[in-house]
Nanobody, 119 residues
Framework: HVQLVESGGGSVQAGGSLRLSCAAS????????MGWYRQAPGKKREAVAV?????????YYADSVKDRFILSREDDDHTTFLQMNSLEPGDTAMYYC????????????WGQGTQVTVS
């Protein structure tokens, strides 16, 4: 089993930046990818960014965050960072860290969520 702990959410004005962190523990060596999803009130949960742990150059970004968000990984560890720049009110949502062992479209592990509010 894998546990995910997020940190770094908060409130910021439009144009500002925030950095989210997600630390995996437990059977983290089984993980194939880690990523971030978000869900705004009344909207479906959407993938924001996904990092393939065994192919560092393979990172997926949603079109809405490309060129603004950067997903990175701490060297040789299962801790990821989502650097969010040029934040917009439309980025306001609960952000969830997610991790998968096999298919990176099937995230079995989720964090508790951290709120990001952009005004």
């Amino acid at each position: 089993h894998v546990q995910l702990v997020e940190s770094g959410g908060g409130s910021v004005q439009a144009g500002g930046s925030l950095r989210l962190s997600c630390a995996a523990s437990g059977d983290k060596h089984l993980l194939n990818c880690m990523g971030w999803y978000r869900q705004a009130p009344g909207k479906k949960r959407e993938a924001v960014a996904v990092l393939y742990l065994h192919a560092a150059t393979m990172t997926y970004y949603a079109d809405s965050v490309k060129d603004r968000f950067i997903l990175s990984r701490e060297d040789d560890d299962h801790t990821t960072f989502l650097q969010m720049n040029s934040l917009e009110p439309g980025d306001t949502a609960m952000y969830y860290c997610a991790a998968a062992e096999g298919d990176c479209r099937d995230f079995a592990y989720w964090g508790q969520g951290t709120q990001v509010t952009v005004s």
